[in-house]
Structure formats: structure tokens, C-alpha cells
């Protein structure tokens, strides 16, 4: 496999991975956050976003870190989440993935985080801290 080496940044907050009832709509208390990803599905509604500020009621994965990956990409270009993905699962690191339009982010536990950035960083890849 071709490693395409990438820039990422890995920003500063902590997330959460949330699971929603389907239909659900935005709920307010994430209407502010800065980054949120929803995606909804006919099993489920999934909410990547901000830790903080999310009810304890709420079904959700918490402690997260992203990645930011220094897009945009054309579509036609292939193997860029590879680049990333795949030397992190050898590593053993689980994953979380979202992508946009322009651009790819990759979530990782906060307990390996240190790890990760060591082995992107052995893998080729330029990580900057954002603060």
C-alpha cells in the first residue's frame, strides 16, 4: 500500500460519539458547538460532538480526540483515509471517521492518543497541535 503522506491537526477540544433514536432532530444543547457532525439513518441517529455540555441521560461515547486532516481532497483521489487508517489499526488503535465535502476527520479514544500521534508520525504523517 502507497502511504500518502498528510498533514493533520489535532484539535483541542474532547468529544463524544452520541446514539439518538431515529428521527431524532438536533437537540439544542449541541445547536452551539463549534464542530458537530449528525448523520441520520432509518436504525439510528448518530451525533459526533463537543463533550462538554451533553445531558448524562444521553446514550453516548465519551472521550474522543480528532483529527483534522489538511484537506480539501478531490474526490477522485484515492487512498487518503488508508494512509491513515491502516497504520493505526496495526497499531491497534480503534477509529472513528467522519468526512466532508472538502476534507476527512479521524477520531481516536483519549487514552491513546499519544500513540496515535506516534505512529502517524512514524507512518510519514505531519501532525500539528492545535491549541
Partial sequence: MTIHPQT???L???FAICRLHPGTPLPTWVQTN???SLTNTPEEVSLVCLMEG???DVHADRDWRCFKLQGPF???L???LNSITVPLA???IGIFAISTFDTDYILVKKDAISQAVSTLTAAGHTIHMHS
Fill in 8 to 10: 493533520l491537526f489535532l
Fill in 54 to 56: 451533553i445531558p448524562s
Fill in 78 to 80: 484515492v487512498g487518503i
Fill in 12 to 14: 483541542p477540544e474532547t
Fill in 34 to 36: 463549534s464542530f458537530f
Fill in 74 to 76: 478531490p474526490f477522485s
Fill in 90 to 92: 496495526q497499531a491497534n
